[in-house]
């Protein structure tokens, strides 16, 4: 069965930095693509980056082009996300997602069959 | 970046209903659309992936259509458990983008 389990959110005040780890279970996390998405609170989800299964393929949305970094250890099963420089408008509610394709369908980034429960990142002005 | 609209952002609806949910995006994705239920304090549901691909595990009630530009969601016989927001995504470029959502609510 797969889990998807984040961790290292918390409180910071802007201009902050935060690490999330996502840890995963459950599959052969070294063979798919992952993701980050994020929901501010009383708001909808976003997309927040993408990284391919072997690193060569990365992209982010643009409001957090340059402040946050995505990276993964296939040894440790393991997705993370560097946060530096952050905003208030960065709080939210941040999971990871695994990426799936279908038989005849599989976009770059794969449709997000898995998600984690997410873990709260709050940041002060 | 692919703006999708989704319609109507809030609907009411009894146990037994069908609920038709409208994704339109700014420009073609072809098929690369997927749905997906959030329930608040759960994880999100795939539902639907390439528009029309009911994904495994999921009632059949569900169902999906369009292509290009403008899709749908539909929810047959309404069920208490369907109560949640609903999403559409758009893979066919990134940056990835979502739909607003729409909250479907018991009358």
């Known amino acids: 069965q797969v889990h998807l389990v984040e961790s290292g959110g918390g409180v910071v005040q802007a201009g902050g930095s935060l690490r999330l780890s996502c840890e995963a279970s459950?599959?052969?996390?070294?063979?798919?693509?992952m993701h980050w998405v994020r929901q501010a609170p009383g708001q909808g989800l976003e997309w927040v980056a993408f990284?391919?299964?072997?690193?060569?393929?990365?992209f982010y949305t643009d409001s957090v082009e340059g402040r946050f970094t995505i990276s993964r250890d296939n040894s440790k099963n393991t997705l993370y996300l560097q946060m530096d420089n952050l905003r208030p408008e960065d709080t939210g509610v941040y999971s990871c997602?695994?990426?799936?394709?279908?038989?005849?369908?599989?976009?770059?980034?794969?449709?997000?069959?898995?998600w984690g429960q997410g873990t709260q990142v709050t940041v002060s002005s | 970046d692919i703006q999708l609209t989704q319609s109507p952002s809030f609907v009411s609806a009894s146990v037994g209903d069908t609920v038709t949910i409208t994704c339109r995006a700014s420009?073609?994705?072809?098929?690369?659309l997927a749905w997906y239920q959030h329930k608040p304090g759960e994880a999100p549901k795939l539902l639907m992936y390439a528009a029309s691909t009911l994904q495994t595990g999921v009632p059949s009630r569900f169902s999906g259509s369009g292509s290009g530009a403008d899709f749908t969601l539909t929810i047959s016989s309404l069920q208490p458990e369907d109560f949640a927001f609903y999403y559409c995504?758009?893979?066919?470029?990134?940056?990835?983008?979502f739909g607003g959502g729409t909250k479907v609510d018991i009358k």
């Open positions: 459950g599959f052969l996390f070294r063979s798919y693509g």
């Open positions: 997602a695994k990426g799936f394709c279908g038989a005849t369908s599989c976009p770059l980034g794969g449709y997000f069959d898995h």
């Open positions: 995504q758009q893979l066919k470029t990134f940056p990835l983008t």
């Open positions: 420009q073609g994705t072809e098929s690369y």
């Open positions: 990284i391919r299964k072997d690193e060569s393929t990365i």
